[in-house]
């Protein structure tokens, strides 16, 4: 056996939390999650509902049982922190501060987002209004260890987050304020035109990625494959190795020094499969390193 799988892979999904976000734990340790991402409240309710004493200690009693380790949470999609609209914005800012509280209760270590769209403005004031909102929280952020993370996007319409320069110019903005990263999705970079579908474009993308917004500020992956072609800034995911990124991509990220200690949660359509694709995930790590 090699170094590199020793090291335990953090492999998980997106799973559900209905009936409070205790259950979350238990319904990802039973398709062989080692890490989840949850909703911490409904994703299409502007307003999350308040965590009582008792679902926190359960929750922390589910982690204990189950070994679920690097949890991270995905913000509304409601939310906009770059829009030009007022209204939305506050409400978007409101919604997004709830997030934050949700996450250190929880002590949850990652807040994934999508960072924003220009649905009004231009491309500049809405990465300048991202960067205004994401400041306007360093306060509550001094007070718990959740890390922000900026979505990489696949650049359907006006959303910023497409473009590594896009990630590079928030961060750059914010980071000696608060705790910022990024977390790659497979499907989204793709489809923003980053070639990922063998091991020497993936070296490829990350040599450009380090260059432009630093490895030391990536740290997490979002692992889908995609329906739609390289360049086609269309968001629509596929069963790992079933769409037109294809295995190998999936095989280097699980075997790569680069990208397999970091934690990976699949997003991909058809749950019935999450168990079935990350045995075949963990199949990739462990015979791509044998000796």
Known sequence: MTALTKKKLLLGAHVSASGGAYNAPYNGAEIGCSTIQIFTSNQRQWKGKQITTEEIDLWFEALEKTGIEEVMSHASYLINLGTQDKLLLEKGRNAFLEEINRCQLFKIP????????????????????????????????????????????????????????????????????????????????????????????????????????????????????????????????????????????????????KTRHLPMYLETPNKELYQDELNLLRKCADETNKD
């Open 110 to 257: 990652y807040l994934n987002f999508h960072p924003g769209s220009a649905t009004t403005g231009t491309e500049d004031e809405c990465l300048d209004q991202i960067v205004e909102s994401l400041l306007g929280f360093d306060k509550v952020l001094e007070t718990g260890e959740t890390r922000l993370l900026l979505e990489a996007t696949a650049g359907q319409g006006k959303t910023m987050g497409h473009r590594f320069e896009h990630l590079a110019y928030i961060i750059e903005r914010t980071e000696k304020k608060i705790p910022i990263g990024v977390c790659i999705d497979t499907c989204h970079i793709f489809s923003a035109g980053y070639d990922i579908r063998t091991r020497s474009s993936w070296e490829a993308v990350l040599r450009e990625f380090d260059e432009i917004v630093g490895l030391d500020n990536l740290y997490a992956f979002h692992i889908n494959d995609s329906m739609k072609e390289l360049g086609s800034r269309r968001d629509r995911h596929a069963p790992i190795g079933q769409g037109l990124i294809g295995l190998e991509c999936f095989e280097f990220l699980v075997t790569s020094p």
